[in-house]
């Protein structure tokens, strides 16, 4: 079992950053594939990011290559998400969240925990 909690979101200015972070409880985390997924009002939840177990690999969706980070320290059972020249339809709900799979794909069903979300607006 793992239980995650999301922070850092808040309300930015277009081109601005924010650093989301993502508290996990459980001894397991390292054995989890991390995630990050958002999920913009009338719109369904989309992947972001991805992060293997020990950080040898990071997988983006196209449209935040070269602007975000995916990050995770298993010492600390964090993971984190620096979001760099933000833009107004980067607004969304961000949820972290736990794949048990080895290689998951960007398909939501694929991860086992989630977090409550936290909430990042952008403006123009």
């Known amino acids: 079992q793992v239980q995650l909690v999301e922070s850092g979101g808040g309300l930015v200015q277009a081109g601005g950053s924010l650093r989301l972070s993502c508290a996990a409880s459980g001894r397991t985390f390292s054995s989890y594939v991390m995630g990050w997924f958002r999920q913009a009002p009338g719109k369904e939840r989309e992947f972001v990011a991805r992060?293997?177990?020990?950080?040898?690999?990071?997988y983006y969706t196209d449209s935040v290559k070269g602007r975000f980070t995916i990050s995770r320290d298993n010492a600390k059972n964090t993971v984190h998400l620096q979001m760099n020249s933000l833009k107004p339809e980067d607004t969304a709900v961000y949820y972290c969240?736990?794949?048990?799979?080895?290689?998951?794909?960007?398909?939501?069903?694929?991860?086992?925990?989630w977090g409550q979300g936290t909430q990042v607006t952008v403006s123009s």
């Open positions: 969240a736990a794949a048990a799979a080895r290689f998951p794909s960007v398909r939501a069903n694929e991860y086992n925990y």
């Open positions: 992060i293997s177990w020990n950080a040898d690999w990071t």
